[in-house]
């Protein structure tokens, strides 16, 4: 069977109440596009064009990420946030002019209530490497830590590859030609950026709940998260507003569709609001996210097919550069984290 589905249950920090809704987050097989069987590939589209335009969240099974990569990543990524604090400042990211590197707690701030505060995780994040060029493109920094480089750069390469293989099920399940997206997933100069974060374990804050990440939506078109088995990532049910569990998978990936696609698809894919709770217990969380956010003049307009007849666009075009700064304002400049727009006003 390709598809399963975990039925959310409700968090301790989530009351039980018959009327809050379920929210289903399918786990879906994408083994028969890959080996391109076209029936198994007919159904894994149709489930995916359900979960993109309902909870715009799914989990991702049968991809070509093996489980020895994701194993030497994790590990990696959890020797780099256990360094000496003066190793991971030797590579912040406010001494790199392409915005890469290490961010200490509370250096960003997804949630835009001024009342709620900068998040609880530090972070680490790589790009493209390429000379020092536009806004988000340049170097890399990376810390003195063996073997740390060379698995954080193949499993760079091949999310890249998976990403590209997500966004031709994408175009099928939008009825376009499957290679839509290509030059999209696949520009060399596209803006690609695999980032770590560690949350440690918060108390509880006044309003009851710790905060690892505050609410928000995703900036680029397409999110892949490796988490591991600690839990405390919420999806927002926009009707009954209520938050419900992305309950880890081992060895799955979280996919979520963010606001290009949102916009690009005239608001059928869903960029849905998610938040993360540190950790109560004296565990830490781990996770690695990949962020696909395409060519930075590339102009994001609604997709012909996602326009049914008397349909109106319900977003004006708006170029990636444009739409990644005034993002980046909101996450940083709000509390006085500064970022370099190389050559922007
Ligand atoms: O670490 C997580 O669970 C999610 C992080 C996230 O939502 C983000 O960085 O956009
Ligand atoms: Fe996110």
Redesign the pocket.
Known sequence: MATQSVTIAETAATKVDASVPKMDIPIINISPFLAGDAEGTAKLVADFREACTSVGFLQIVGHPISHDLQERLMEGVVRFFQLPMEQKEAISKSKSKSNRGYERIGDQK?DDDPNVTADQ?E?FSIRTDKPLGRFLQGPNHWPDLPGFKESYTEYYNAMRGFSQALFRIIALSLNLDEGYFDRFASDPDGLAAL?S?H?PPTPVDVTGRTR??GA?T??GAL?L?L?DDVG??EVLHRASDTWHP?TPVEGAY?M?IGDLLERWTNGHYKSTM???LSPLSLKD?Y???Y?NEGELDQVIECIPTCLAPGEKPLYPPIKVQDHLLSRWERAYTSIGTTFYRADQP
């Open positions: 997804l995780k972070a980032r974060h949350y690892g990440a928000h995703d900036f999110t998260l988490q405390g990532l992305v979280v979520n998610h938040r993360v969380r996770t690695c996210a962020f």
